[in-house]
């Protein structure tokens, strides 16, 4: 399984604290069958995240998981939120994408999902960038399937968090998504160790396997869609 959205690089934003915290989340993911995990610290204003070192903290991190025998893979990326759009400039969306390819996992702005984040996947889009708009169980709405399906007939993919599948107030909102079709991949979104949402995907997929629609294509939505992202390829949502 690949996961793309997660905190795992060390003391760079409010995921792990340290080296050690990195590799305990590789633990977990590997023991959850994790193979590919894609570092996406946040890209927005309120985090000192810079762009150019993120690379060699992905090198970082890889070595001391090879050092502890782990068989899980870090990648680069960022969780570039909508609202840090307007700063950053091509090479530096580049530097983000997922896998270093041309996917930009894209964080709403908070509130209900609005036309400015329409207008942001337009945007990117134009500019050759594909689109994995993260976590709609955070924007929770009467008529959020309505704007995910605006979302998504703007050309972008969108990533459920997997624990908002198993647990909590979103998840009947987010099993709605699931029985339209409307989730593509699964993520654990976890930011460390010791606390929050594990580095785990297997559950959420479990819950999905449940759902009529989606049951015959976990393996798309768990390993084939997010390959096919980091390869900088569009997936073709078989559903």
């Avoid at 795992?8 to 995921?15: F, V």
């Avoid at 890889?62 to 090479?91: F, I, K, W, Y």
Wanted: hydrophobic share 45%; proline share 5%; with cysteine.
């Amino acid at each position: 399984m690949i996961d793309l959205h997660c905190h795992i690089l060390p003391g760079i934003d409010d995921g792990a604290v340290d080296v050690a915290d990195s590799v305990a989340m590789g633990r977990v993911a590997a023991d959850d069958g994790i193979e590919v995990i894609a570092a996406t610290p946040h890209i927005r204003h309120d985090h000192d995240v810079r762009i150019p070192e993120l690379a060699g903290r992905v090198e970082e991190v890889n070595a001391e998981l090879t050092r502890t025998d782990l068989a899980v893979e870090v990648v680069t990326g960022g969780e570039v939120a909508e609202t840090a759009l307007d700063g950053l400039d091509e090479d530096e969306l580049r530097a983000v994408s997922l896998g270093g390819g041309n996917w930009i996992l894209l964080e709403p702005r908070p509130g209900p999902l609005g036309e400015s984040l329409i207008e942001s996947v337009a945007d990117l889009r134009g500019a050759g960038f594909g689109v994995l708009v993260a976590h709609p169980e955070r924007h929770i709405s009467a008529d959020l399937l309505d704007r995910i399906r605006a979302l998504i007939d703007a050309g972008a993919l969108i990533q459920c968090t997997a624990a908002y599948l198993v647990s909590g107030s979103a998840r009947k909102g987010m099993l709605a998504l699931a029985a339209a079709g409307l989730i593509h991949v699964l993520a654990s979104d976890a930011h460390s160790s010791h606390g929050g949402r594990p580095l785990r995907i297997s559950d959420g997929l479990a819950a999905l396997g449940q759902v009529e629609l989606l049951g015959p294509h976990l393996d798309w939505i768990a390993t084939e869609a997010p390959a096919a992202i980091l390869r900088g390829e569009r997936p073709d949502p078989p559903y």
